[in-house]
């Protein structure tokens, strides 16, 4: 397939691992039988537990129990052989597409969970009473300064009830 370089075709999955850890490549095609039956599920294994690279799996073989096996790695593609260029190809370009998302959701889900800290640490210690209340007016959220302001015992929740029994009983 033109447009990639490849690092290395080899025969074991030891081999494999150590061309990873050496290259870091962006995509891996990973037969599954190698020197010993699905060597290369156990080198993708090992390899995805170490980090999120794409592994597209290669096989000759049609047994039900190595694709079962194969897809527990969480692998970005599965290709009987003989395989096309053009599939090849088209397996590439996909998981790399894939590739580059999940690591855009990986980063937005950083940002979002910084953005929740920052509301909590504004939200409890903002010394101004703030709540939310659902549209059918009862109490979502308080926050600590509007419970101490209210005096609300510290047995008791204002959250469900609804803002309208509170405010005129």
């Known amino acids: 397939v033109t447009g990639y370089q490849v690092v ?7 081999q494999a691992i150590a ?6 490549p962006d995509v891996i095609l990973m037969d599954i039988m190698m020197e010993e039956p699905e060597a290369g599920i156990q080198a993708g294994e090992q390899i995805g537990a170490e980090s999120s690279v794409p592994i597209i799996y290669l096989t000759a073989t049609e047994e ?4 079962s096996r194969a897809l527990r790695s969480n692998p970005h593609g599965y290709l009987a052989k003989p395989v096309s260029p053009a599939a090849l190809k088209s397996a590439i370009e996909v998981s790399l597409v894939r590739h580059n998302y999940e690591n855009q959701l990986v980063e937005y889900r950083k940002k979002l969970e910084r953005s929740e800290q920052l509301f909590r640490g504004i939200f409890t210690n903002l010394r101004i009473g703030y709540f939310r209340i659902t549209p059918e007016h009862r109490i979502e959220l308080l926050n600590p300064f509007l419970i101490e302001l209210l005096e609300v015992p510290e047995n008791e929740s204002l959250a469900g009830q609804n803002l309208r029994d509170l405010v005129a009983p």
């Open 64 to 67: 039900e129990g190595a694709f």
């Open 19 to 24: 061309k990873w850890e050496q290259y870091q």
């Open 8 to 14: 290395g075709t080899l025969s074991s999955g030891a």
